[in-house]
């Protein structure tokens, strides 16, 4: 299943769920377990010219040419300092795969439905439609992202253009 397949229709239908748990700053988010391909440790990345600033480069993955981003960056979330546990999360988007830098990567989670809370209110200057939800586990909280939210489209078109310049 790819990121863009998962909705809250799906979180709906009362089966066990689960997502790949990480850390960004002191906060824990998670994504869908079947979006993830593997998780690697930071590479080497070719920077773009004119890319965003979340943007870090394009990286080869065994013959594969694949955008990184820095999802704190996009997030406005302030990195741990000398952290040895960053590490790029491999995702499929629509086909395509995309790595994300996270801090680190905590554990698998698996829930019910029933666990996960809606999204709070948030200020309307706030776009927050990629956060599907808030999963609760006793005195923590993880926020439920959907990365392809996270990066708009015109994001989705610069991710687009650099793989064709590579």
Known sequence: MSIEN???ETLKNGDVHRFLEFSLGAEDYAIPLLSVREVISVPETTPIPKAPPHFLGIMNLRG???SVVDLRTKLK???KEENAEESVIIVDINGMNLGI???SINKVLAFNT????EVPEIDTQVNADYIQGVYRKEDTLTVLLDVAKVLDLSDMKALSGARKAA
């Open 64 to 66: 594969q040419v694949i």
């Open 77 to 79: 979330i302030k990195a």
């Open 101 to 103: 830098v996270v801090d």
């Open 114 to 117: 029933n666990e996960i809370n």
């Open 6 to 8: 998962f909705n809250k």
